[in-house]
């Protein structure tokens, strides 16, 4: 399994942005496709974007499409979330994923996805 950890989150302003990263241990990062997940109190864990192995492929929910934007450095183990046009309904606990596969049939399902990180608060203010 890869290590995930989550960085960047905080407070923002409605229309603004934020934009989180997330470091994974290990040599074999290139080897994960990885995802970002966002959990609200009292709501289910949501998907928010995938992206596979190279970066040749993103997946975005429906809610953050045009918005927000995956990107990834296999070089540094890194990938990325920019979160642009930001709602307060944006505001949750983010969270970082990686699955040694995904698919656009299940890009969106969170038990497909074998590591976790801790979670990031992202919070948007009207």
């Known amino acids: 399994q890869v290590q995930l950890v989550e960085s960047g989150g905080g407070l923002a302003q409605a229309g603004g942005s934020l934009r989180l990263s997330c470091a994974a241990s290990g040599r074999t990062f290139s080897s994960y496709c990885m995802g970002w997940f966002r959990q609200a109190p009292g709501n289910r864990r949501e998907f928010v974007a995938a992206?596979?192995?190279?970066?040749?492929?993103?997946y975005y929910g429906d809610s953050v499409k045009g918005r927000f934007t995956i990107s990834r450095d296999n070089a540094k183990n890194m990938v990325y979330l920019q979160m642009n046009s930001l709602k307060p309904e944006d505001t949750a606990v983010y969270y970082c994923?990686?699955?040694?596969?995904?698919?656009?049939?299940?890009?969106?399902?969170?038990?497909?996805?074998?590591?976790w990180g801790q979670g990031t608060q992202v919070t948007v203010s009207s």
């Open positions: 994923a990686a699955s040694i596969f995904i698919s656009r049939e299940i890009v969106d399902i969170s038990g497909r996805y074998d590591s």
């Open positions: 992206i596979t192995y190279s970066g040749a492929s993103t």
